[in-house]
């Protein structure tokens, strides 16, 4: 792992991967070995190509004119770490190009298999965009080859504040709808013959059918991790029918998480596992229940079946969306109240139209006929698209929720699967570490005092929330500290606030009874360090200031990262490089 910016730098390196981003492309590469670093080349580099330009096929060789850098850190202690994914990922570094890069080699014969695969995802994704014009085809073909990267940022928000934001991302749902397509399709063309459904195991034909075509589609797709474990929990389903055992049971769930904990114990921190898992327990857990508690209907008709298919997308959403939504609110640190409403309207154009006409699409694709399929798909997604637009413009939608603690969540979930694994009465005793680590979560004091790395983004909790000490230099851990203590605003409209009081020199707040000065210049030293109780400076103020209960400069945050303090009894100090650990992700620079 690169642990300090080098460059600019003349590199020779394999494409892994590449895919427009816009106006330019992000790369993955595999560069050679790096003149300075020698063996400590990081295995893989991502670039931003910020002009436009041809995208390199991937398995060729290219030459780049880049700047690297360390992968990013958290913007304060216990947030998302971007540097343990990378490292996972082997990629140790991360950066933009100058100019565009030059091709100097083809492909290697070992390496022709992924270009091919790569080039018939751009080459789908290009067909789709083609037939389908605009945001619904942009659309259209992330659901199909998984390329999201030019999705329209306005469509994102609308997702993700309506609680689709997970039909946008191939999971669980698509290679769920996926498999049973070709599955139910294959066994129902069997099935016209008697001569063959009668004397031939059809059903067991048409599993392994639908497992090839669920193969072909996460290869399509891109191989993500959601998809990849989708995939696993889909091929045990399909190898239960083969070996005539239930196809949908925790036992098949605990294998297919015992399998991926084995092959990529880095998942289980992964929020996409955590949600998928949460979500397919939940539901199997209902089934079971259902089974258990179901009475037969002596005459069923279609306003029966309409009902209880109504009634079905209802409770499973509410299932699925209790079951994640700790998970998200710790990732995320967001809420969507109108999630249940949003997927019973979307989920049967989802599931009757997008995704149907999505496989139609790519059987078809080879022989010229995905006209009709691509149009259908693409009337689909519109509709969509029209849902989570009106959902997401309901007050209330995508509330900002204040982030909670990972032992909170631990808590929460263990209760959760107490109630799904057991079947007796006892199960409801899981209610109480559910309402223990919510009420622990509600209650929870955030910090005081957040601190960045670069010492001149500050920020303290008055009365009236989150207020930044001047203009915050480093916008981005700005904006994710407001959204984790739950606020909406943006840096802009939270400077300053009643309790804070600031000069050419710096700073002064009052926080609790806590004198903290902010220092802009190295003259405010002196006076702060004889009357601040904390003093923080982005200037070396070590083995100077002695006063104050708490000294946080420039060397403290070179060494120590960021920081985030709480005045409570006692005073609780807690550093990013306290809370990653050492880690081969995490050396200090």
Known sequence: VLTQRLGPLHLTARVVGSEPRGYGSRLLLEPSPIGRLGEATPKRIRLTVRSHSAVPEPGGWVEVLAILMPPPEPSMPGDYDFGRWAYYQQIGAVGYLYGVPQAVAPPRWNEIILARLENLRGAMTARVRQVVPGRDGVISAALITGQRVDIDPTDQTAFRDSGLMHVLSISGLHLALAGGFFFWTIRAFFALFPSIALNHPIKKWAAIGALVGSTFYLLISGCEAPAVRSWVMLA????????????????????????????????????????????????????????????????????????????????????????????????????????????????????????????????????????????????????????AHWVAALPGAGTVVPGWSGWCVAVVMAGGLWIALWRRPWRWLGLAPIALGIGFAVLAEPPELLVARDGRTVAVRLGNGLAFVGSPADRYAAENWLRRAGDERLPAQAIGGNGMHCDDLGCVAHVHGVVIAVDMRAEALTEDCATADVVVSSSDAHGFCVGPKLVIDRRNLMTNGAYAVRFSTPWTVETMVQQRGQRPWSAPP
Not at 270 to 299: K, N, T, Y
Not at 322 to 347: E, M, Y
């Open 236 to 387: 045990i389903m399909f190898a239960a029918v083969l070996v005539d055992r239930p196809a949908l049971s925790m036992r098949a769930v605990a294998f297919a998480a015992a399998l991926i904990v084995l092959i990529t114990p880095e998942n289980v921190l992964d929020p996409g596992c955590q949600m998928s898992f949460a979500a397919v327990i939940g539901l199997i857990a209902l089934a079971e229940w259902s089974a258990a508690h179901r009475v037969e209907q002596e005459r069923k008709s279609w306003l029966r079946g309409a009902w209880n298919y109504v009634v079905g997308i209802c409770v499973t959403s509410i299932i699925a969306g209790l079951a994640t939504a700790p998970i998200s609110i710790f990732h995320f640190d967001r809420a969507s109240p109108f999630g249940i409403l949003a997927n019973l309207a979307a989920l049967p154009v989802v599931g009757v139209v997008i995704m149907p006409a999505a496989v139609a699409a790519m059987v078809l694709m080879p022989f010229g006929l995905d006209y009709w399929p691509l149009v259908a798909m693409g009337k689909g997604v519109a509709v969509m698209m029209a849902i």
